[in-house]
């Protein structure tokens, strides 16, 4: 055997901190949630850690638009869990659900409620297009609940979630949102708009580690769950289980609670720079990567403006697009970009745009890399005047 003349003992640790993350989630950890991880273990029935979770509930408050008589907490989970909890505590067997599947989360909250028991009705809209509110009161019929997307990830289109919620406030009906591309990064109005339950997952537009669904859940909703003929099949996130350990302070199940240190830092970060400030970074941001690619050929995937969803910029690829080699060159460069889904694939591409994405350094890396990759003289420059202009 050869030995190597100078053997590499210990190879250098990799270094992920390069990597630009453009994903449509999960999404670049803000620098405050990444120290929080690292802070020493607490038993989940500290008293600071009781604390720290009241915290994070009426900052959870803050971030949906709701008061005081709305239960916040966070589920040990992904977003979908935060999906999953409400059809499994607020629909039983043979219950009839209506649901708006413009896209595959709508579809996975029609698979879910249906496994829960419930009769699934679906509104459905072409491909790229929102739903129809006149869509929905006329399938409204005598739903008990009515399920929306606010802002589809799989097309990129923001739903109509204020006239939706209207008609169905008239009807009486539960309104079940996601809001998992939505709430924290611009206002979201639970109130105002008569929402029952709305959940969204950490790793979006919070930029904390994914494993945390923030979840809200009504008064109306509570009242909803107090009558069920039988318990929820779900025990690990029945509300009266979270209520126990949320706010009488007893075991239901041990909680993450290195997560929910960092999650409580990526959440007051959030509100310290303000929703609408959020808000308009992201569309300034959409703005100029718009503006810097479109002579590349790249245009908005959604026809209509106002159905476009500021957090997922949906972008039609020019002709002829080498859509899968030109990621895989990116990738290769350490930029993450994301195609389009089953039917959207190498038509479109997804930017993500939600909570430490929608910032100018890491889609100028992006801008870098295709002005060299693709032959493009002028991007960056484009880039950065329209960044500058704010147009
Ligand atoms: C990401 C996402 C989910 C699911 O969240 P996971 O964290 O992947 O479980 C649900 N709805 C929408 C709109 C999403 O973008």
Known sequence: MKLLETPQLTPPAPDYSEHTLLTPGPTPIHPRAMRALTRPMLGHMDPEVFALNRAVQADLREMYGTGPETFTALLAGTGSLGMEAGFANLVEKGDDVLVCANGSFGRRMAEMAARYGAKVRLVTAPLGEPINPADVADHLG?????????????????NPLPEIAEIVRRSGALL??????????????????GVDYAYTGAQKCLSAPPGLAPIAISERAFARYAARRHPTPLWYCDFSGLRDYWIEHTYHHTVPVNLHFSFAEALRAALEEGLPERAARVRWMGRAI??????????PY??????RLPTVLALRLPDHFDDAGVRAGLRQREISVTGGLGPTAGLIWRLGLMGEAARP???RILMV???????APGLVRRFDAALESGV
């Open 142 to 158: 005598s739903a008990q609940m009515v399920a929306v997307v606010h802002g589809e990830t799989s097309t990129g289109v923001l």
């Open 176 to 193: 079940t949102v996601d809001a998992v591309t939505t709430a924290g990064m611009e206002p979201f109005d639970m109130k105002g708009w």
């Open 290 to 299: 718009t503006a810097a690619l479109a002579p590349l050929g790249f245009s």
């Open 302 to 307: 959604v026809e209509r403006p106002e159905a």
């Open 361 to 363: 350094a890491p889609y």
């Open 369 to 375: 890399a295709l002005e060299d990759m693709l032959d």
